[in-house]
């Protein structure tokens, strides 16, 4: 999520930690407003308006460079430091970064190794993983690195690269994680509501949640997940669509505002049918002021 939407969906309130859309670490230390663009929250000591912490997430796979960069990003104020071992993505893939690394569990013990020492011992380096590339035969082996290399915390999507995002997600999986991690150990994939998240908790050995595309289909979904809030309802979804289109037209990504509204739609719909007939409705507008003007009639029409 951009940091927009992490400042409306932490002001509704249920998260204890956000991370950033992963920063591409390649051959060189980013300069400063790299790590400003991702996470405009190091502004603000690296929290959200509503105080929750915002950790940089980093993917790559050169241990000095991620190494470097890590410092960076923590003496700008990140809270931590997260290392993504989990993106299937072709394009990230075969340049040997993301999942890719979950064929070699030595080379993320370097990553992971060089980063912890990087940086001050008390800020945390945290490792998201999947299952594996296509099978979990390297899931002990790659879980023992991130334990030797010091990780403070590991969270897993209970899938291997290859499954993408195809449910099921195998939960069941992750309760083997749980018991060779010396760290807390996080469960991701398809929580999406207090019965799945419950369901995950069981089957994983953990308490410990990650939400991600369950969080833009269900705006409160973390309160939700806790017992705290039934299920928002549309009206309420609507104003914050209203809410989003001010902030992306205001920010620095108002010419994106058209695709990234759709985009929230797309998830909305799974939890929402008035969201499937925005969408419809709005889908052949290609700029900003028009969709604005549908959505505040929409609202009036549907309170």
């Known amino acids: 999520m951009d940091h927009l939407m992490r400042e409306m969906l932490t002001d509704i309130g249920g998260y204890d930690l956000c991370v950033t859309e992963f920063v591409r670490v390649v051959d060189r230390c980013m ?3 790299v790590f400003y663009r991702f996470c405009p929250e190091l ?3 690296g ?15 050169e241990p000095s460079v991620m190494a470097d960069n890590a ?8 809270a931590g430091i997260d290392l993504n071992f989990g993106c299937p993505a072709k394009q990230v893939n075969k340049s040997s970064g993301g999942a890719a690394l979950l064929k070699q569990p030595n080379d993320i013990f370097k990553v992971v190794d060089a980063v912890r020492k990087s940086v001050p011992r008390e800020q945390p380096v945290s490792a998201k993983i ?10 002990e082996e790659t879980v023992d690195a991130i334990n030797q290399a010091g990780a403070s915390m590991l969270t897993v999507h209970a899938r291997t690269k290859t499954q993408g995002y195809r449910p099921p997600a195998h939960w ?3 309760s083997r994680v749980s018991e060779m991690a010396a760290m807390p150990v996080v469960a991701n994939g398809d929580i999406v509501d207090a019965i799945s998240a419950q369901q995950c908790m069981n089957a994983s050995s953990t308490r410990r949640l990650m939400i991600g595309r369950g969080a833009l289909m269900l705006p409160n979904a973390a309160q939700v997940v806790r017992g705290l809030e ?10 914050l669509l209203l809410r989003y289109s001010e902030f992306e037209i205001e920010g620095d990504k108002g010419k994106y505002y058209p ?34 003007a549908f959505l505040e009639q929409f609202n009036k029409v549907n309170p």
Do not use: C
């Open 130 to 139: 999947r299952l594996g590339w296509d099978d979990t035969s390297l899931l």
């Open 43 to 45: 502004h603000q000591n």
């Open 47 to 61: 929290r959200t308006k509503a105080g929750t912490p915002v950790r940089v997430q980093l993917l790559g796979q």
């Open 259 to 292: 695709n990234r509204l759709k985009q929230w739609l797309a998830y909305l719909k799974k939890q929402y049918p008035e969201a499937d007939q925005l969408f419809r409705q709005i889908r052949a507008f290609n700029k900003s002021a028009p969709i604005v």
């Open 31 to 33: 300069p400063a407003r």
């Open 230 to 239: 039934h299920e928002m309802p549309w009206h309420e979804v609507l104003a």
């Open 172 to 174: 069941h999986e992750i």
């Open 71 to 78: 410092a960076v990003a923590v003496e700008l104020g990140s």
